[in-house]
C-alpha cells in the first residue's frame, strides 16, 4: 500500500533523510514550496506543532512538519529553538570557539514532529545524545553534522551515509514513531489515502 504526504521545509537534507524513512513504510513524501511559520518557543514540538496547524490551514491536505535543535549541555541547553539562527550567525566555527577548553561536551539534538489532518495534529519527538567534536569532521548531512558524535560512535553525522544517520538520529526517531502510529490510523481508515 503506497500513500503520498507532504513535508514543509526548506532544507533539502532533512527532507532527503525523511523521504528514505517514510519510503520503509510505503510513504512516499512530497515537498510542499508553502513557507513555514516559525514561531518563538522554548519547545521543539510545540514550534513544529503551530506551524503544522497553520500549514495544513492553507494546503488542506495531510503533511508533516519537522522543528530540530541542538542542546549543547555546556552552554545550557543553547541554541536549542534557536539553532537555525545560530548556525547562520555565529556557525560551526563560532560554536567550537565557544567550546575550547570545554570538558564538557555533551549535547543532543531534538525533534518535534508535527502530522496534521483534517482530525487536527499529532505530536512526536525524538532525541539522540552525543558530543560536541573538537573539529569539524565529514562532508555528508547538513548543519550541524560535522560536529555532533553521536552517543557510542567514534565518527560525527557527517561522516555516515544518510542510512546510518536516520538509524541513530532525532529525526529517525521522530519519523519512525510517527509512522507506526500512521500506519496503524490508515489501517484503520481502510487503506485511504
Ligand atoms: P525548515 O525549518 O525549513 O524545515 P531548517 O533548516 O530551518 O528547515 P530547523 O529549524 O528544524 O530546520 O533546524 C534548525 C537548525 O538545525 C538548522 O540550522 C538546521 O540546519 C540544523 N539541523 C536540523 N536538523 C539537523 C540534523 O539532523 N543535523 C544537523 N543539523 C541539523
Redesign the pocket.
Known sequence: METELYI????AG?LR?AQLILAEYGIRLRQVPIE?L?VQDDDVVRIAEVAARDAYSRLRAPLIV?????YVEALNGFPGPY??YF??RVGLKGLLKLMEGVANRGAC?R?GLAYADEGGVRTFVGEACGTIAEAPRGSN?????PV?IPEGETRT?AEMSVEEKDRL???GRALRAFAEWYSQLLLSQGGKT
Open positions: 514543509v521545509t526548506g532544507n532533512k533523510e513555514k516559525e519537522d522543528d530540530t535543535g541542538l539553532s537555525s548556525l547562520e539534538f525533534t548531512g547538513f548543519g550541524y553534522d555532533f553525522f538520529s532525532h529525526r
